[in-house]
């Protein structure tokens, strides 16, 4: 799949890692590791990923650069401009369903450590509504 590769060179990787250091947080390994947690930041840089390349997709095809989830979606799925768009406009649908659905059953380690959590998840959310400004 193009969304895990994606997820490497997209740039949110390295900035959710500032999410710790901005709050003044360190959150445990064995929180970090935590599959629930995996989950949101993955949610959270598709959607960035997936939003960004739309936004940019007119600027890169004119480029002829074809590294764009949108030229991906046209190619692999037969799909025209528009389909392409809408298919991966549901993607983003079900991409912020998910990261709802995770941060609601997410497992509760202690007090400390669940305020910590979610510091780290709104930095998430703060993420994924900046990207949408920026671009």
Same mark, same amino acid.
């Given at each position: 799949?193009?969304?895990?590769?994606?997820?490497? =060179?997209?740039?949110?990787?390295?900035?959710?890692?500032?999410? $710790?250091?901005?709050?003044?947080?360190?959150?445990?390994?064995?929180?970090?590791?935590?599959?629930?947690?995996?989950?949101?930041?993955?949610?959270?840089?598709?959607?960035?990923?997936?939003? =960004?390349?739309?936004?940019?997709?007119?600027?890169?095809?004119?480029?002829?650069?074809?590294? =764009?989830?949108?030229?991906?979606?046209?190619?692999?799925?037969?799909?025209?401009?528009?389909?392409?768009?809408?298919?991966?406009?549901?993607?983003?649908? $079900?991409?912020?369903?998910?990261?709802?659905?995770?941060?609601?059953?997410?497992?509760?380690? =202690?007090?400390?450590?669940?305020?910590?959590?979610?510091?780290?998840?709104?930095?998430?959310?703060?993420?994924?509504?900046?990207?949408?400004?920026?671009?």
């Amino acid at each position: 799949s193009f969304l895990p590769l994606r997820r490497d =060179n997209s740039g949110c990787r390295p900035c959710f890692e500032l999410l $710790e250091y901005s709050f003044g947080i360190e959150l445990p390994g064995f929180v970090m590791d935590d599959p629930s947690i995996i989950l949101l930041s993955n949610c959270a840089n598709d959607f960035i990923a997936l939003s =960004n390349d739309i936004f940019s997709y007119n600027v890169e095809q004119s480029r002829g650069d074809t590294y =764009n989830i949108v030229v991906m979606v046209m190619k692999s799925f037969k799909l025209d401009l528009q389909g392409a768009v809408d298919h991966i406009g549901n993607m983003c649908r $079900e991409t912020l369903e998910l990261f709802q659905a995770t941060k609601a059953s997410l497992p509760s380690w =202690n007090v400390e450590i669940d305020k910590d959590v979610a510091l780290y998840i709104k930095g998430l959310e703060d993420w994924v509504s900046g990207s949408l400004h920026w671009s």
